[in-house]
């Protein structure tokens, strides 16, 4: 029987005989809006896992440390142990989401540079924007600790814009979680997928990502399904 540590809304963490090493599994349920809206698509979990599970071999491969460590099963991965820092680094390639309704600029308008938003991970608050020094007061990180994710942050936009290029997708913007290691190492972790990219196909600009659930615009397993298939057949992934 494995020992539940945490159940979170895609996901439950489990302990494993390895101290140091934790299971993922991924489930079926789709969230949006914290939570008030919910449903399971049978197939999502699976799709997830081996969506991220290609994306951080890729990361890895490409120089970002990441907890992850191999796939399981169709729904497993094990991962490394860390603390998850509570906070969702944003990084956005073009306007869209809440930033569009924040500032009221153009969807769909790019961003050069990059833009890095801050959010404190917490349900109870809606995870709400926060800049550098709520994050040192709230999140317990060190400043070097914080420019490090920012940095890391933006490589891994580099990368990620590099593979669904291949993938003849555009990258809108990405949510990403990083945690720390026993030893005080920063691992990017959580996972990136369609649950946490905004993705839109390059030639006709469809959505394909979680907004098709959010908006109810569309129907969430085929669209992962097509994103996994061109993730297996991308070039940078042979
Ligand atoms: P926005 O701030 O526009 O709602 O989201 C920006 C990006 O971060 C989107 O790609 C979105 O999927 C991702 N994101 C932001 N917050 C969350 C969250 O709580 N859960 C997940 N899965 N993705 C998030």
């Given at each position: 029987m494995k020992e539940l540590l945490y159940e979170g809304k895609a996901k439950k963490v489990f302990c494993t005989e390895e101290p140091e090493e934790l299971l993922l599994e991924y489930k079926d349920d789709a969230t949006a809006f914290n939570g008030k809206k919910k449903e399971a698509f049978r197939g999502k979990g699976e799709l997830n896992n081996k969506i991220s599970s290609k994306i951080f071999t890729l990361l890895e491969e490409k120089g970002t440390p990441t907890h992850f460590l191999k796939e399981l099963s169709d729904t497993e991965q094990l991962v490394t142990r860390t603390s998850i820092i509570p906070l969702e680094v944003v990084v956005r390639n073009k306007a869209a989401g809440s930033l569009v309704r924040r500032i009221g600029i153009e969807d769909g308008m790019s961003l050069h540079p990059p833009l890095i938003e801050l959010f404190y991970k917490n349900d109870d608050l809606d995870d709400p924007l926060i800049n550098d020094r709520h994050a040192l007061l709230l999140?317990?990180?060190?400043h070097k600790e914080l420019m490090a994710i920012k940095e890391e942050a933006l490589k891994v936009n580099d990368v990620l814009l590099e593979i669904f290029e291949d993938c003849d997708l555009s990258l809108v913007d990405f949510k990403l979680e990083f945690g720390r290691t026993e030893g005080g190492n920063l691992l990017l972790s959580d996972e990136v997928s369609p649950d946490t990219c905004r993705l839109r196909d390059k030639q006709t600009g469809a959505k394909m990502d979680k907004d098709v659930f959010r908006e109810g615009t569309g129907e969430l397993v085929p669209v992962y399904e097509n994103i996994l298939q061109r993730l297996e057949g991308a070039t940078c992934a042979k």
């Open positions: 999140a317990d990180v060190t």
